[in-house]
């Protein structure tokens, strides 16, 4: 297994006999490194100790031996590193496993190189209470094997999971441990404490309709069963990727359920690792189709804000549907990775590379504290100009025009408490600019939104990237304020 290294002390725990004694040793080559000694509980009968801080490395033997009156009783894991530890949840697109990705064959086989990234993968699981521990595991700590990465169709092991701690371990290199604990087709609020569903105001029976349920529904038996069991790991971070399940299951109620999931994990981790779990831990997730859909106002209807942001050099500006207001809600240790990577007539695209890749270039941004750039460009400023018929926009990053989209970019024009959205053909552009024509709209122009749409463009061929990393400018919907009738409105933040 991994444990998780330095500054954060491991916390390692087990049962036995109440009021027996017992004392976790943790060697390296036959020479004890510390002792800890502590006692079971009698209501729980329970024991946790908490090792010192170890630096990255290792391999360590841990015992652990139970001393009650003459009995003793010892266990003991070999072959334990010290690493960085991510806990890996969500729906099928976190579950599909590496037998059921592009280049499959490849990627079960590319296994020699990363025998230090060890995997652990829980089984399926259900309850009506928090569980102390797991029922079950289907993969217990184990080392990266083609049998145990490609098990089957939506078993184990977690393509994004693997791939994102291979990526991780390739700039890191030192030892990584994933846990994947997801399940197909499970809506948020299976994965979240009950707590945090009540001050959401979510119904205590909330089901998804039958004809979409394909996993568990019920609040919170994915909580209790597969997530509240781990709480007493010492965690670096975890990496999320759900989302499919609620485009029509309390899609508004998502911008909170969010992050009151958020929160509430990094208090349990924190306070059942007895604080080594950062308080503010990294959560990095994936950007749902769930975007494309969520609180888009349609074509006749009034137009009105459908999210407003935190007072910062994006005030009055609302992009990428709720998942980007829920980063507003949260402390800055989240990241969104925009996947744009369709795969028609599929909800499961097969290219999990590209959506580990940049969720790793997001975690040593944000967790590490690299200087690289993890997100798209998104426009910082946008400019009427009404005497040339024209929608100026400037980006925070350099862009690159990788091909004409006249459909991709929308306006909404209104007149008389009705609005319609237009298409704004792409005009002139420059290195971090971008002009638009909306002479469509002869009336007044109130809000622009980029690919905001099911399915905005084909594989890996939307019109904005970053030009050196290759990483898409994410959806966006703007309000431009102090709207004048017949273009004269001034600048949206």
Not at 405 to 421: L, V
């Amino acid at each position: 297994m991994v444990l998780q290294k330095e500054p954060a002390g491991a916390v390692i725990w087990g049962y036995g006999v109440s009021g027996a004694t017992v004392t976790v040793t943790l060697c390296q080559d036959q020479e004890t490194i510390m002792k800890k000694v502590t006692s079971v509980k009698a209501h729980s009968n329970s024991w946790m100790v908490v090792l010192d801080p170890v630096k990255a490395g290792g391999p360590y033997e841990v015992m652990a031996q139970q001393i009650l009156g003459r009995k003793n009783f010892t266990l003991r894991i070999h072959d334990v590193l010290f690493g960085d530890v991510w806990l890996c949840s969500g729906q099928s697109n976190m579950q599909m496993t590496v037998s059921q990705i592009f280049n499959a064959t490849s990627e079960l086989s590319n296994t020699a190189a990363y025998q230090s990234v060890r995997i652990l993968s829980v089984s399926l699981s259900q309850a009506q209470q928090e569980l102390e521990d797991l029922a079950k595991v289907d993969l217990q700590w184990s080392k990266p094997t083609l049998e145990n990465l490609g098990h089957g169709n939506f078993t184990y092991m977690s393509a994004v999971c693997w791939l994102f701690g291979r990526y991780l371990h390739d700039t890191l290199r030192y030892p990584v441990g994933l846990l994947s604990s997801s399940w197909a087709g499970t809506p948020i609020e299976a994965w979240s404490s009950g707590r945090s569903l009540k001050a959401c105001g979510v119904p205590r029976q909330g089901f998804m309709p039958s004809d979409l349920e394909t996993g568990p529904s019920e609040c919170s038996v994915l909580w209790n069963a597969m997530i509240h069991p781990l709480r007493n790991m010492t965690l670096k971070g975890v990496i999320w990727y759900q989302g499919e399940s609620n485009v029509n299951f309390n899609r508004d109620l998502y911008n909170c359920t969010f992050p009151a999931l958020v929160e509430d994990w990094r208090q349990t981790f924190h306070d059942g690792s007895q604080g080594q779990t950062e308080r503010f831990f990294p959560f990095g997730f994936v950007q749902e189709k769930q975007e494309f859909h969520a609180s888009v106002e349609s074509a006749g209807a009034p137009m009105r804000p459908v999210c407003s942001s935190a007072a910062d050099e994006m005030e009055n500006y609302c992009r990428n549907s709720q998942q980007t207001a829920i980063l507003r809600q949260l402390p800055r240790l989240e990241w969104m990775l925009v996947a744009f990577l369709p795969q028609r007539f599929s909800t499961h695209p097969r290219d999990k590379q590209t959506v580990a890749y940049r969720l790793h270039l997001g975690a040593r941004a944000v967790a590490y504290g690299a200087k690289l750039t993890f997100q798209g460009p998104l426009p910082q400023k946008i400019e009427l100009l009404g005497n040339m018929g024209l929608l100026n926009l400037t980006y925070s990053q350099p862009i690159q025009v990788q091909r004409h989209n006249n459909k991709i970019f929308e306006i909404s024009c209104c007149s008389d408490h009705q609005c319609k959205w237009l298409p704004a053909p792409m005009d002139t552009f420059s290195t971090q600019t971008l002009a638009l024509n909306v002479k469509s709209c002869h009336d007044s122009l109130v809000a622009v939104r980029y690919a905001w749409t099911t399915w905005p463009c084909e594989y890996k061929q939307c019109p904005l990237y970053h030009p050196t990393s290759a990483l898409p400018a994410p959806p966006f919907t703007a309000f431009i304020t102090n709207q004048i009738p017949g273009y004269r409105s001034k600048v949206a933040k």
